[in-house]
């Protein structure tokens, strides 16, 4: 029984019931109206981000030779055809992380530009103030990015309508992993089955828009059409989908392969096949030793700054309740060694036999607690400066004495106690502790951090397979906007 076309299917593709001339007319309408309102939204926040840039650069470093309005006025010139050069402003295409490597280059780009021009080594005082700009610019832009992206999300208007072609057993879970993350910037918009029925197709978040035969007619109506790589070949039950059918401006083959790095591929001629070079940057010994290099870098010139504010919140926890301010919990560290995490307390000191009297108490606690070990409600944590230590994380802050020790790294899988690591299965294990534990992660700054057991192995694994000092970065200026809401926290 062919499967039939939702005339609701999607805005983006209501237009498959005009006729041909029509429906291309309105279809290059709608893709440059989008792509019009997203470049300007992200050249403005751009300009925006180079005068706040330019005015820090001209407090911090004052520069001889130009005022902060030259400055920024030369700057603003420069930066919207250099990010346009790499690729910035593209409406689809780059993750969060590989936009963020991007921001650095073509800052990096500009600051070098602004160098040569300015004839440095003839006015080297002028070198702070140039380097202050390039490092605003990074930093600045890349939130300011954030943000415009933000309201174009609730906008409708971030992400390029997309198709996904295949079986739906394959591009349902693909399906709801991009419209989870819409940062990629890919919006699914319906599916294009190869499977002649549609039987058990009733819990796919997009709707099915047709059959391989209507394949060239309705991939021409999205911006990007993806073609599961497993269904190009015929198999039981289904017909092979030809590439050449496939008439979307932008097609991606997508290969879902576990164990895979996502970021980084490199791709190889073998003759006739395809191959896919793959490596595991965070076992590189070379690379480790980069990794510990930024942590005592940043690190230690934090906590000095930082151990006047530690002492005044620990005297404030021996208000609340009697006993020592810190303390040490035992945690599973790398190679399974056991770690001693240093915090604040902001708990109470019997918290303990507080938690299981609750849990005794409360069957419904209970399995939330068995599920994600938070509660929502925790009776352990003391009133209010324990809450406001968790809400802001102030009290991971003395672990920063566990990282100058090389106990932990400031990015990195959190160390977790026994208990909780029990509850994965001894392969993930394993690969967990096969890294250094992290004062921050990935899945403590996603928009999942809330998710269960099967979601943070789901990201630490994605952050061990693709790490990088770029994913390291992202994290780290991910992290504090997920402190300031308090993303995620108990």
């Known amino acids: 029984m062919p499967v039939a076309v939702s005339p609701a299917a999607s805005p983006e593709l209501s237009a498959a019931r005009l006729p041909p001339a029509a429906r291309t007319e309105w279809r290059r309408g709608a893709w440059s109206r989008r792509r019009s309102v997203v470049v300007a939204a992200l050249v403005t926040g751009d300009l925006i981000a180079v005068g706040l840039a330019a005015a820090l650069a001209a407090q911090v470093a004052p520069a001889t030779g130009w005022d902060a309005w030259e400055f920024g006025s030369a700057a603003a010139v420069l930066v919207v055809p250099l990010h346009a050069l790499f690729g910035i402003y593209a409406c689809w295409g780059p993750c969060p992380i590989d936009r963020l490597r991007l921001r650095a280059q073509a800052a990096l780009m500009l600051a070098v530009m602004a160098a040569l021009a300015l004839s440095i080594w003839h006015a080297p005082e002028n070198l702070l103030a140039i380097l202050c700009l390039g490092a605003g610019l990074f930093v600045i832009g890349y939130y300011m990015e954030g943000l415009v992206r933000l309201m174009l999300m609730r906008a409708g208007l971030w992400g390029a309508p997309t198709v996904l072609v295949g079986s739906p057993e394959i591009c349902g879970p693909m399906a709801r992993r991009l419209l989870r993350d819409p940062k990629l910037g890919l919006r699914p918009v319906g599916l294009i089955s190869n499977r002649p029925d549609g039987d058990g197709t009733e819990s796919l978040p997009v709707p099915i828009l047709g059959g391989l035969a209507d394949l060239p007619r309705l991939s021409q109506m999205a911006e990007v059409a993806i073609v599961t790589a497993a269904d190009l070949a015929p198999g039981e039950g289904r017909a092979a989908i030809s590439l050449s059918d496939v008439r979307a401006p932008h097609v991606v083959v997508s290969e879902n392969v576990g164990g895979l790095p996502n970021i980084g591929l490199n791709t190889r001629n073998l003759g006739g096949a395809l191959g896919l070079e793959v490596?595991?940057?965070?076992?590189?010994?070379?690379?480790?030793?980069?990794?510990?290099?930024?942590?005592?870098?940043?690190?230690?010139?934090?906590?000095?700054?930082?151990?006047?504010?530690?002492?005044?919140?620990?005297?404030?926890?021996?208000?609340?309740?009697?006993?020592?301010?810190?303390y040490r919990q035992r945690r599973v560290g790398r190679d399974g060694r056991e770690l001693h995490v240093l915090k604040l307390r902001t708990m109470y000191a019997d918290a303990e036999t507080r938690l299981q009297e609750h849990l005794e108490r409360n069957p419904a606690a209970r399995a939330e607690w068995e599920r994600f070990f938070k509660l929502k409600d925790d009776p352990r944590i003391l009133p209010v400066i324990g809450h406001f230590l968790r809400r802001s994380s102030l009290d991971e802050l003395p672990q920063l004495w566990n990282i100058v020790r090389g106990g932990m790294s400031l990015v990195g899988p959190r160390p977790f106690p026994d208990y909780h690591m029990a509850s994965f299965d001894p392969g993930f294990q394993s690969v967990r502790v096969s890294v250094p534990p992290g004062l921050t992660g990935l899945w403590q700054v996603s928009s999942r951090s809330g998710g269960d057991l099967e979601v943070q192995q789901e990201e630490d694994l994605f952050y061990i397979r693709n790490w990088s000092l770029w994913l390291d970065i992202y994290i780290l200026l991910e992290t504090f906007p997920a402190v300031l809401t308090s993303r995620g926290a108990r």
């Open 279 to 326: 490596r595991f940057d965070l076992f590189r010994p070379g690379h480790l030793a980069v990794k510990r290099w930024i942590d005592l870098a940043v690190t230690v010139p934090v906590l000095t700054l930082a151990a006047p504010l530690i002492l005044l919140l620990a005297l404030a926890v021996k208000i609340a309740d009697p006993g020592s301010a810190f």
